[in-house]
């Protein structure tokens, strides 16, 4: 049942909802649209209005200090008709009875946008994408942080900069972490033969294109489409839809396209101090943080300290249902106390790369003092809990935050929750097997489901208990048997439109985005069927060109390895030798057993067939754009040995599906 749960000690709810595991894939009969009028999301239940009413009482909604901070230091906004308007429904202060008033609330902070002086020599452009863009005025040019996740979002916020600041060259660009939607835009500032003359520098934390690669290119395919969860990219904005992302607003101004430029520059050491075009900038590298490259930035005359996304107005992440690495919150947080301690004291302002500022630095020492605690917090009493033997599920049901963080909005979980970060905690140090051998080899999800509703009396009897259920605000159950059926046979109407009013009310509950937005989103599918992919998430390549053209061969090949098809690549052994021209490089490939491997800079002995190319036309073939042998006949590759043996490789790769289901049974490939 729908509950509001009270922090011991103080104030402050925890209403926690379990995302029904929907790792699915779905029946062609499924997926096909119905010819019917699409149903709609429901109202909310007085269950959900009753989740409202508890956090209007224990919340500190008087509170108005982070809109006076929002709006602090406007200068514009673009031009009406140039920007989203997707999101003027937030205009109304009145909270709606289908979004939780503690969104209701970050949504609408999220909805300040334009440009804003943080100091003199320090601006930023926020709410025209998810994350912020800051510029930072040297002697001569400007230093760009961060340029989003598209390059014309980019290139909206440096015209919107430009339009009220002098127009000067950039002299450099900063990548504070290794997440797209702080490097995609970089072409929309940046100008690769400016970058290549030396005159504009990009710099990143060590290990940057590693952890690229590592998340948004070997797992991109499944990344992305599990972000359409996470960020609600196929709901309607509004009231009963996606009203924000948690972290902000998803929808970026202008022509979408994810960009990226190699750094030129890495920082390698804990600490390190540059001057760049005047400006002193002292970096803190804190890798394994919220993501496995970042670093924060610290301008000692202008004594503003920039976290990255190490400290925002959310409780973050440490597993993001999109997916990526488990993050090391107890190293999370030892660097915002580092921080604290060697930066705090010279601070008037603090910023991130997501929302607005923090002024004064009584109050930076705060903030930064709750957001250290806070990741801590989670790390040791998850850990504490794990060493008494409770399971994941068993300890993010009993983990409360202490009063002292419960009322500090920073802290609240909109875009990560307690109890998902509680399980986070338990997978990195224990994996996903809670030791129970029942869950030690599980019945695959289809076939334990058939045989969940044959043990519980047919389709029909579980549906008729669930409704009863559902009428009494047990929504958390009725979305699990809800899954158990619709896995079964997921032609089953009366069970999808169950589970879809469910996962309604789930959402509408929800204070945190991305759990709003999961469940809506499961919602969607259910009654509408798959939507297809759309906007920067669709793939219409194998891989992304604006990636490929980034990564060296060797890590082009490490990637493909994760496509090649093992049993249809177990019939032959080959190994190869490439030659690449323009960006020498030399790399011996052998794919034996179905498992591809390399040797960088060298050529092997034993090799079937040795190839000569272009980088542009290596490019080409490995985005399927032309095959081996059509480089061949056009002049871009030479071939000696067997033609077969090099072209093999790209034989039995696998093309991955952006849109594959979730809420439903994987189709038979």
């Known amino acids: 049942m729908l509950r509001p749960e009270v922090s011991m000690g ?113 601006y930023q452009v926020r709410g025209l994408a998810l994350a912020n863009v800051t510029f930072i005025e040297g002697a001569k040019g400007v230093i760009i942080v961060d340029p989003l996740g598209s390059v014309g979002a980019a290139r909206a916020s440096l015209d919107l900069y430009f339009a009220h600041r002098p127009k000067r060259p950039v002299v450099a660009v900063i990548y504070t972490h290794s997440h797209s939607d702080h490097y995609g835009g970089v072409r929309g500032v940046a100008d690769e033969a400016e970058v290549a003359a030396g005159r504009t520098a990009i710099i990143a934390p060590a290990g940057f294109m590693n952890a690229v690669i590592a998340e948004s290119v070997v797992a991109g395919n499944a990344m992305a489409r599990r972000a359409t969860y996470q960020f609600g990219t196929s709901l309607p904005r509004g009231e009963r839809g996606a009203v924000d992302a948690g972290l902000g607003k998803i929808d970026g101004v202008g022509v979408p396209g994810r960009s990226v430029l190699a750094p030129t520059m890495s920082i390698t050491q804990p600490i390190e101090t540059h001057t760049i075009d005047g400006v002193a900038i002292v970096f803190q590298l804190t890798p394994a943080s919220e993501a496995p490259a970042e670093m924060h930035l610290f301008l000692p005359k202008q004594r503003v300290l920039n976290l990255a996304e190490n400290a925002t107005k959310t409780m973050h992440n440490l597993l993001p249902f999109r997916g990526t690495e ?205 939507l297809a992919p759309r906007g920067a998430f669709e793939r219409r390549e194998p891989l992304d060109p604006e990636m490929v053209r980034a990564m060296r061969a060797t890590d082009v090949f490490d990637v493909l390895g994760t496509h090649v098809n093992g049993p249809r690549a177990w019939s032959r052994e080959v190994v190869v030798n490439w030659s690449l021209t323009g960006r020498p490089e030399q790399v011996a490939v052998t794919l034996r057993n179905g498992a591809l491997t390399y040797a960088a800079a060298t050529r092997a002995a034993n090799a079937a067939a040795s190839v000569t190319l272009s980088r542009d036309s290596f490019d080409g073939i490995v985005l399927g754009r032309q095959s081996l042998a059509e480089a061949v006949k056009q002049g871009g590759a030479v071939v000696d040995g067997d033609l077969s043996a090099a072209t093999f490789l790209f034989e039995v790769l696998d093309r991955f599906d952006a849109g594959f289901a979730i809420v439903e049974p994987r189709r038979p490939r």
């Open 10 to 122: 103080g104030p402050g709810i925890r209403w926690r909802a379990v995302i029904a595991a929907l790792v699915v894939a779905l029946d062609g009969s499924a997926r096909a649209q119905s010819s019917a009028p699409p149903q709609v999301p429901n109202a909310a239940a007085p269950a959900v209005r009753a989740v409202y009413e508890t956090a209007l009482r224990d919340l500190p909604f008087a509170d108005q200090q982070d809109f006076a901070d929002a709006r602090r230091g406007f200068i514009a906004t673009l031009p009406a008709g140039q920007d989203t308007r997707r999101y003027g429904f937030l205009n109304d202060e009145k909270v709606p009875d289908t979004v939780h008033p503690s969104l209701w609330r970050l949504a609408r902070l999220n909805a300040i946008n334009g440009l804003f002086e943080v100091v003199p020599g320090v």
């Open 326 to 530: 488990v993050r090391d919150s107890s190293a999370w947080s030892k660097y915002l106390g580092a921080a604290l301690a060697q930066f705090g004291p010279d601070t008037d302002v603090l910023i991130a790369q997501h929302h607005w500022p923090t002024w004064g630095t009584a109050r930076v020492a705060r903030a930064l003092a709750n957001q250290r605690d806070l990741y801590k917090y989670i790390h040791d009493q998850s850990v504490r809990l794990m060493n008494h033997g409770y399971t994941p599920e068993e300890i993010s049901e009993e983990l409360v935050l202490p009063p002292g963080l419960a009322n500090d909005w920073a802290a609240r979980g909109y875009y990560g929750t307690l109890s998902h970060n509680a399980k986070a905690v338990y997978q990195k140090y224990l994996g996903w097997y809670d030791a129970n051998p029942a869950n030690l080899n599980p019945l695959p999800e289809r076939e334990a489901s058939k045989k969940y509703v044959e043990y519980f009396g047919g389709a029909a009897a579980v549906i008729a208990k669930a409704q009863a259920d559902f009428a009494k605000g047990e929504y958390r159950w009725v979305a699990e048997v809800m899954r158990h059926v619709v896995y079964a046979d997921p032609t089953n109407t009366e069970a999808r439109r169950l589970a879809a009013d469910a996962f309604d009310q789930l959402g509408y509950a929800s204070e945190a985005a991305t759990w709003r937005n999961a469940y809506l989103v499961g919602a969607q599918e259910l009654r509408q069927g798959l």
